[in-house]
């Protein structure tokens, strides 16, 4: 049984910095890209980042696109988004991915994940 479970969420400040975290369990880890994606009130998911199975390729959307770091352990199952520069747009529900498309401009398509977190809620103050 697969799961994505994340932490790290929380209330801070504009400008501020979060780091949050996946832990993975069930799946071959090196086997999945892996991708946050976020949802605020009244929106559709969004894609934020992704990373392919070896971490050697990264993926953003142009409004985190050098402000978030995505990265993975693939020892340890893990992937994480260090958050910097938060802006009160950042506030949402953020949710961990895993794609079997190891690779390739597929991963910025939420269609194409067949594994999701219960999502940690990111919450910016102006």
């Known amino acids: 049984q697969v799961q994505l479970v994340e932490s790290g969420g929380g209330l801070v400040q504009a400008g501020g910095s979060l780091r949050l975290s996946c832990a993975a369990s069930g799946l071959t880890f090196s086997s999945y890209a892996m991708a946050w994606f976020r949802q605020a009130p009244g929106k559709e998911r969004e894609f934020v980042a992704a990373?392919?199975?070896?971490?050697?390729?990264?993926y953003y959307a142009d409004s985190v696109k050098g402000r978030f770091t995505i990265s993975r352990d693939n020892h340890k199952t893990m992937l994480y988004l260090q958050l910097n520069s938060l802006k009160y747009e950042d506030t949402a529900v953020y949710y961990c991915?895993?794609?079997?498309?190891?690779?390739?401009?597929?991963?910025?398509?939420?269609?194409?994940?067949?594994?999701w977190g219960q999502g940690t809620q990111v919450t910016v103050s102006s």
């Open positions: 990373c392919s199975g070896n971490g050697d390729s990264t």
């Open positions: 991915a895993a794609s079997p498309i190891r690779d390739g401009s597929g991963l910025r398509e939420y269609r194409n994940y067949a594994y």
